[in-house]
């Protein structure tokens, strides 16, 4: 059965502690890896899509990596405002659904 | 940038009801995603269409169906409404497939009472 698993589920942070959130995955025929930010009550906001072993990408203070196996999420110097949950989802082969990860709810304090 | 819209909002209905909610994705884009996230849960795919047509199909309940009109936008039609289907419901369009992304709409919270 396909499956994303992240952790921690929850992370507190002091303005400017780097850290990282990971996103652990078994989708059989993993076609993409997604990063979603999702603030409450709001739909999730797109940040970053990864494909291959070695992929790495970045925004701003964010940076995520792809292994076979997981992927992480980097975040560097937070501020407060990258307080938020932020979910991890593989799409199966086909690329007709995302399968979704409980979430990292983050809270950065100044 | 035009977004997914969503409508309504909120919604609030009783037990055994039926509840119809809306979906427009953006322009050119030419399928679209439904999903269901239970307070404090992670997003469950419920069905997906391309082209009008079904090409996935989830943890729908029997009692939801759902389609894709001839100008793309989607219709999540829920019968029998019961206490547990109270949820954010997010619509998300994607343009041929998974590969770019999908976008999300801001949802709609439903509400069984």
């Known amino acids: 059965e396909d499956q994303v698993t992240q952790s921690p589920e929850a992370l507190r942070l002091q303005e400017g502690e780097s850290s990282s959130l990971n996103c652990s995955y078994t989708v059989s025929g993993l076609r993409g890896l997604f990063w979603y930010r999702q603030d409450p009550g709001k739909g999730p906001e797109f940040l970053f899509t990864l494909y291959s072993a070695g992929e790495e990408k970045e925004k701003e203070r964010l940076k995520a990596t792809l292994t076979k196996k997981e992927s992480f999420l980097h975040i560097t110097a937070p501020k407060p405002e990258d307080s938020a949950t932020y979910l991890c989802?593989?799409?199966?082969?086909?690329?007709?659904?995302?399968?979704f990860g409980k979430g990292t709810t983050l809270s950065v304090s100044s | 940038a035009a977004g997914v819209i969503q409508s309504p909002r909120h919604l609030i209905k009783e037990k055994r009801e039926t509840a119809t909610l809306k979906c427009y994705p953006i322009p050119r884009h030419d399928t679209v995603y439904w999903y269901q996230q239970g307070p404090g849960q992670d997003p469950q795919f419920l069905i997906s269409f391309y082209e009008k047509m079904q090409s996935d199909k989830g943890s729908i309940p029997d009692r939801f169906s759902a389609q894709q009109f001839s100008d793309y936008h989607s219709e999540l039609n829920m019968s029998s409404l019961e206490l547990g289907d109270s949820a954010l419901y997010f619509c998300?369009?994607?343009?041929?497939?998974?590969?770019?992304?999908?976008?999300f709409g801001s949802g709609t919270r439903l509400t069984v009472v």
């Open positions: 998300a369009s994607s343009l041929s497939g998974v590969d770019y992304g999908y976008t």
């Open positions: 989802a593989g799409a199966n082969q086909a690329g007709t659904a995302l399968i």
